[in-house]
């Protein structure tokens, strides 16, 4: 199984065609184009630099349900260290 997957991204296929392929074979084991992708990026998929076969030629691709990177809640101009001299000072009620 191993070997025909990395035969078959060194021959030009994607993981999502070489997934289609095997379930349209019928194949005994059937393998998700997700798996391929987690092999290709794994310690050993990089030993053999499977990522350069891939249509988008070794970019890293996240997975499917991934979160998002999020952003601070408050701005950097709303920090509390950028606060004006007057309102460090606290001598002003409300302050």
């Avoid at 997934?19 to 019928?26: P, T």
């Avoid at 992708?37 to 996240?62: F, I, M, T, W």
């Avoid at 998002?68 to 009620?93: G, H, T, Y």
Wanted: charged share 30%.
């Amino acid at each position: 199984m191993k070997a025909a997957v990395e035969g078959a991204l060194k021959a030009g296929w994607s993981p999502e065609q070489i997934a289609g392929r095997m379930r349209l074979e019928q194949h005994r084991i059937r393998l998700c184009h997700e798996t391929i992708y987690r092999y290709v990026y794994s310690r050993e998929g990089q030993a053999q630099e499977l990522a350069h076969y891939l249509p988008e030629q070794g970019r890293q691709r996240k997975p499917r349900y991934t979160r998002k990177p999020r952003s601070l809640v408050f701005p950097e101009r709303c920090m509390i260290w950028n606060r004006p001299q007057a309102v460090r000072d606290r001598q002003v009620f409300g302050h």
